[in-house]
């Protein structure tokens, strides 16, 4: 008996490096799921750190103590734009190059390990799920105040006079969007270039949120990060859109998700992020999108998904969608890696 259990767990450790990227992705969930984020000395917060020294020395328009018609022009546009492309490069490709020429040749155990801690350093899906209940719980004891505070973390519009339903909305719109940028386009981008590229998306990423922003002071100067982002995201948010969708079979909605998210996320403002929010809401069979208030300015954005207005109870049901994409996701990786192993 124990000659037959030896025989089998020796045929195992045989099989593990078959199905080293499933077990890569599923270690890097649990890490997620387990340990949650960061608490004290996040990456990021260094990395942020770093960027905003790195804009004060570059950014022209950061020496400048108010933006002055002066400095505008097409000289000064592309000296922006090129310093910013510039800086882009400086904080965002070092760290990939040195994980592909130094760290990516490893045992493949220790491959495992190092990829899914850089993977469990990418993600949010925790995070998500902690954001979202801050915003859930205040609202179900209908103390909308702190339920304000909160989709404050969450979003860049003005929350000081948002109804429930208009926090539930951009809530629901963070998870969904925020369910690709935190969690789906790592675990794609890991399939794609491996943990290098995983890197370049999130450091990517980050700068866009930092100086993506269309104002005198980013506008040029962010140029290039906005759209590498957006050039990186398109190719995760239209996967991301598909397994969104998939999700949609028991009520016969693949097909409505996909379409409402080709005629609707085109129109958003996000190309990627009006796509997956679209075809999230549509298999949630409810309606997000519409006006809201930004830096004192409404702006009005395209319908997104069908079905009746979203509530507090909706909030769950979003981080639900986004959790099962990852599982999905995990679910096609064992699938492919068995069918790749029978076959050859």
């Not at 570059?58 to 002066?70: C, G, I, T, V």
């Given at each position: 008996m124990s000659e037959f259990i030896a025989n089998i767990y020796q045929q195992a450790i045989t099989l593990l490096p078959d199905f080293a990227t499933f077990i890569t992705l599923l270690l890097a969930l649990l890490l997620d799921k387990y340990l949650g984020e960061a608490k004290r000395f996040h990456y990021l917060v260094g990395f942020g750190w770093l960027a905003k020294k790195l804009e004060t020395?570059?950014?022209?328009?950061?020496?400048?103590?108010?933006?002055?018609?002066?400095?505008t022009g097409d000289k000064a546009t592309l000296k922006a734009k090129l310093l910013g492309t510039l800086a882009w490069c400086l904080l965002v490709?070092?760290?990939?190059l040195i994980y592909f020429y130094q760290?990516?040749?490893?045992?493949?155990?220790?491959?495992?390990?190092?990829?899914?801690s850089v993977i469990y350093l990418a993600i949010g899906l925790n995070s998500l799920h902690q954001h979202a209940m801050q915003v859930y719980k205040p609202?179900?004891?209908?103390?909308?105040?702190?339920?304000?505070?909160?989709?404050g973390y969450l979003v860049s519009r003005d929350t000081s006079n948002l109804s429930e339903q208009e926090m539930s909305r951009a809530t629901i719109e963070s998870m969904l969007e925020n369910g690709h940028d935190s969690v789906i386009a790592s675990l794609l981008y890991y399939l794609i270039g491996g943990a290098p590229l995983v890197i370049i998306h999130r450091l990517a990423n980050t700068l866009d949120a930092m100086w993506g922003y269309k104002n005198s002071r980013f506008n040029d100067f962010g140029y290039a990060s906005a759209r590498l982002d957006d050039l990186l995201g398109?190719?995760?948010?239209?996967?991301?859109?598909?397994?969104?969708a998939i999700q949609g079979v028991k009520q016969g909605k693949i097909i409505k998700a996909i379409v409402n998210a080709y005629r609707q996320g085109n129109q958003y403002k996000s190309h990627n992020g009006g796509w997956v929010m679209a075809a999230g809401a549509t298999v949630m069979s409810r309606q997000l999108g519409g006006s809201a208030l930004?830096?004192?300015?409404?702006?009005?954005s395209v319908v997104l998904g069908c079905g009746s207005c979203v509530t507090t109870k909706d909030i769950p049901t979003s981080l639900l969608v986004v959790s099962r994409t990852s599982l999905i996701l995990l679910a096609l990786v064992l699938i492919i890696q068995l069918v790749c192993y029978f076959i050859y």
């Open positions: 020395k570059l950014n022209p328009y950061q020496k400048k103590a108010q933006y002055q018609e002066s400095n490709l070092p760290l990939p760290l990516n040749h490893l045992i493949w155990y220790w491959q495992v390990l190092l990829d899914a609202l179900n004891a209908e103390d909308l105040t702190s339920a304000r505070h909160f989709t398109f190719i995760s948010g239209k996967c991301c859109t598909l397994l969104y930004y830096h004192g300015q409404t702006v009005n």
